[in-house]
């Protein structure tokens, strides 16, 4: 009995262990976002409160709004030179310097291949003595030819003063001499930019602001408050431009990098939360089990005098405990995580500079009381189970049956499961203000409302997925008849997989879907014969399209360029159409016409917006830049296809005139009816020959650029649930071991008449096999449903195409059976080395 | 796996020589078997008794190769254990032995027949159908054969546990308190199965039994005490067991 009781405890710390991974993992996953997010939040402080130092007052031109380019530039429009003068005039103007910065690219000089191509922005701007840059190595750039780079990405590259470099810009490109590495405080680079100086004339020459300024930094005399400085400068500027304190700006800057990166730890939080979810599951089959098994001790319990609220009470006892320690280890989990990231990301050369790992008590205190309050709900259901135990159980044999509470299981699940998929269904159609949380509020009720009713079923789909494996024995026979015997836990534990694989399917056909219907889109609405683009669609020059135009063969160019704006006070995106635009591509206008579009304060509107707004042809609009302020648009076209276009369209000369960063994201180019379509290639690409960064593709080609690019998005998605999978095949393993410690007679007894270690491995590796498949067949039917239901309620969007990667599921569930045979690993090494005379005694 | 029989039996279906048992170590050791050569007939009916802690289950899972002795031999047939792999001790158990123990015998998610079925079913041998036709009838189960344990009588279960352990057609069925938890109709018929195995299918059973009844069953008993063999009979009856037992314990 000593024995009996050393193992007991034995297999209770293994079973306490394995359920507090689960815990920990998904608690780690929500530290180590907080502690990565605010690493990077205080990074990016820095880097704002360093660039602003010995700063007392900004100049800038106003703006209408605060919107990023995606170049990582801000859209605001440039100021007269002239501000710099009446600035400097100002009373109490110690020191005032003028700057310039917009998009600069530069090129591999080794390679020929643009450096920075996607993520972190490409700054080129003007170098000042007084700025937050100083030079490192070397001198100053003076004069058209030079240049300083920042010491960051002349390492990366080998890069050396005196080396040639060529720079890419919004216009023609140029190659520069470099004279000087810039250093920025401390640090070599900041957060992975890069970034071109020049002497300020060249500056303005190449970005495209002669005479102009972007802003002007002030530092004040001594003895004048910064407030004090501001309110004199403002008094001399001239309309449209504005003077804030070194004080607000930073804050201001702080506020724009809080709320990107708020928003990126939301989505992070939302992938944790998940992880933590499907950890829920674990933990309530692992207390379920415990309750079953100790239902004698527990009637004894009772037989003895415990009351009811007493057992209950220890049972969540042990989760508080659980829960709490689980969630410390997984505080220290996280921290390990965001350090281990912050290594990754400064491998691939996004340094966050000379910060601390930053760990806020918000982050423990959240992650700890997370960890714990699931824990402890998850423990609840088992705990009145525990409860419900009558004195009289004491006595007689544990049996889970499922047979006791079918009717109140049945309509409890699907009670739960219409209060899930309705939320879904309106919040995907009905179109409320809410969607977002209603359909995630939904989607979780669904989950848990399924896997209420999947042990109603998890018996014979047992037996169907088990049946070819009978053949393979006695151990296949019996894994099977395992699987089989306890269908409340084989489903809770298959539910866990379901849900993690779920959200890996829904991602998959939703991905797929939407691969599907912007091909078809783009089929319909491309008539360009060549597309040209830069890698990750960043933009490029402006200059490129005009060396097009003349070659042989030409018949069309047509720029494209996007960028938000705001129409009727909310944000969307503008795109440009130039004369050549319906040469190239077919919008499907359905009234007014293109052609109109070029004269001035006209908007083309998409079919759906203006038909939503009640807006037709002739009708005029507010519409707002953040450069050039509020103004009007009257509509003369509206179109029905969203492959180039978006929600808007604006003439190019439009555009031109009110945004103050200009990229082309796209440009279209058709060729001659007749001509050779390879000649005409290779003409253009002879005239991009100076454009590193920009790909020229055929149809075809640009087509599976696009797929591949949303690829890339939904890779990263399924990576981020990864961590939900791997949790619940955590569950498996516990689950296994829980069930082979109940076992444990059974076990020996098979053993004792001739079963082989290797088929008692094999025993328990099938039952996980079919668990495991189980559940990744639940999760690619509910994964399709969700996504057949986005798609369905996207269409109006363009979703028009349903995509079900059927190749991919199959992988899925083939992967699912592979991680059942890794779950079964330790479980079935602990069955097998059972000591068969200690096995058949045990009680 | 053979071995030279050094005594060559006329019909030792399994014997140990100088089998020593010993649990634990220096003062806290027990010495649970202490040198104990036994032989067991084939085709006889062998009761192995004593009070508790005589050592007597230990023998007989030592005999079974279900626990490794300290010190001397065993032999199944021409097979000593002693040399066996885990492996092939496995193998042996199921092609060799049978066993029936006091509970717990049936798998529980298989039906009767399965169960009774199970050690061919492992080896992946067939069942020689007359043979398990007659052991169903000899228990008298046929129209229980696709129940599940759970729905069968404690008699019922034993039978069936000991059907599983004949249908091989084991050199040696070794069965520990097999009557235990039955009612005495319940024992006595599956003692009258079990017997019937020996006289008229010319089987090999070992049971361990502290029941004077139970053991007048067999042809002979082993009488065990502080891990010797203190004494033996040869059809026995129940006086004469009781006799026997009062003064070992005098």
Sequence with gaps: MFRAAIRSLFARKVRLLLTAL????????????????????????????????????????????????????????????????????VDGVAEAYGDVIGYGQMVDPATGDPIGTMGPPTFGGSFSEIGSLTIRTGQPPVGPDQVAIDAGTAERYSIDVGDRIQVLFEGPPGEFEVVGLAAFGESDSLLGATIALFDLPTAQTVLGRTGQLDSVSVVAEEGVSPTELQRRIA??????????????????????????????????????????????????????????????????????????????????????????????????VGIGIAIGLQAL???????????????????????????????VIASVVPARRAARVAPIQALTESQDHLGRSLRFRVISGLVVLALGVGPVLYGLFGQPEDALQLVGIGVLLTFIGVAMLTPLIARPVAGTLGAPIRRAGVPGKLGRENAMRNPRRTAATASALMIGLGLVVFVAVFGESAKASTDAVLERTLKADFILTSPSFTGFSTSAAGGLRGVPGVLAVSEIRQAAF??????????????????????????????????????????????????????????????????????????????????????????????????????????????????????????????????LQDQAEFR??????????????????????????????????????????????????????????????????????????????????????????????GFTELGIPAGQLVFYVVLAGLAGVLAAILPARRAARLNVLEAISYE | MSVVNEVVPFAAAARAVGLTKIYGEGDASVRALDDVSVEFERARFTAIMGPSGSGKSTLLHCMAGLDAPTGGNIFIGEVDLTTLSEKNLTLLRREKVGFVFQAFNLVPTLSAAENITLPLDIAGDDPDQAWFDLVVDTIGLRDRLSHRPSELSGGQQQRVASARALVSRPEIVFADEPTGNLD???????????????????????????????????????????GRIVDEMFEPTTERVLDRLKSLEA
Aim: avoid cysteine.
């Design chain 1, 22 to 89: 689960s815990i920990v993992l998904g608690v780690g996953f929500v530290a180590g976002t907080y502690v990565l997010t605010d690493t990077m939040t205080k990074a990016f402080d820095d880097i704002i409160v360093t660039s602003s130092t010995g700063l007392d007052v900004l100049v800038r031109a106003e703006n209408a709004f605060d919107t990023e380019f995606q170049g990582g530039t801000e859209e605001r429009a440039a100021m007269a030179q002239t501000v710099l003068e009446t600035v400097a005039d």
């Design chain 1, 235 to 332: 008094e001399v500027l001239p309309d449209g431009v504005e003077a804030i304190t070194a004080a607000a700006y930073v804050s201001e800057q702080q506020d724009q990098v809080q709320e990107g990166l708020g928003f990126f730890r939301t989505a992070l939080l939302v992938f944790a939360f998940v992880a933590l979810f499907v950890g829920s599951f674990i933990i309530f089959n692992t207390f379920a089990i415990i309750v079953a098994q100790r239902t004698r001790e527990l009637g004894l319990l009772r037989a003895l005098g415990a009351s009811r609220r007493q057992v209950m009470v220890s049972v969540v006892v042990e989760a508080i405990v659980v829960g709490l320690v689980a969630s410390a280890i997984g505080v220290l």
């Design chain 1, 345 to 375: 990301l400064r491998g691939i050369g996004l340094e966050l500079p000379g910060s601390a790992t930053v760990i806020q008590v918000r982050t423990v205190v959240v992650s700890i009381v997370v960890g714990t309050l699931i824990t």
């Design chain 1, 566 to 695: 705001r129409v009727e006070g909310e944000t969307a995106f503008a795109t440009s159409v130039d004369p050549a635009f319906e040469a190239t591509a077919d919008p499907g206008v359905v009234s007014g016409s293109f052609d109109s579009l070029q004269r001035p304060g006209k908007i083309a509107v998409h079919d759906d917006l203006a038909s939503d707004r009640g807006w037709a042809v002739g009708d005029t609009i507010d519409v707002a830049f953040a450069a050039t302020g509020e103004q009007r648009r009257q509509i003369v076209a509206i179109y029905s296809e969203k492959g180039i276009l978006d929600d808007y369209g604006i003439s190019l000369a439009d555009y031109s005139e009110n945004f103050s960063n200009q990229l082309d994201v796209i440009v279209l180019v058709k060729a001659s009816e007749g001509a050779d379509v390879g000649e005409v290639r290779r003409g253009l690409e002879g005239a991009l020959e100076t454009f590193p960064n920009i790909q």
């Design chain 1, 704 to 797: 599976a650029k696009y797929a591949q690019f949303l690829n890339q998005v939904l890779n990263l998605l399924t990576a981020l649930l990864l961590m939900a999978v791997i949790i619940a095949v955590f569950g498996i393993v516990n689950t296994l071991s829980l069930s082979i410690y109940e076992r444990t007679r059974e076990l020996g007894l098979l053993r004792a008449v001739g079963m082989t270690r290797r088929q008692t491995r094999s025993m328990v590796r099938w039952e996980a096999v079919i668990i495991a498949v189980m559940g990744a067949l639940f999760g690619v039917v509910i994964g399709i449903a969700f996504g057949w239901a986005l798609q369905q309620a996207l269409e109006p969007d």
């Design chain 2, 184 to 226: 005495s109709r319940s024992g006595h018929e599956l003692l009258r199965f079990l017997r019937s195995a020996v006289k008229d299918h010319d089987q090999t059973i070992v049971m361990v039994t502290h029941d004077a009844v139970a053991a007048s069953f067999a042809d002979r008993i082993v009488f065990l005490g502080d």
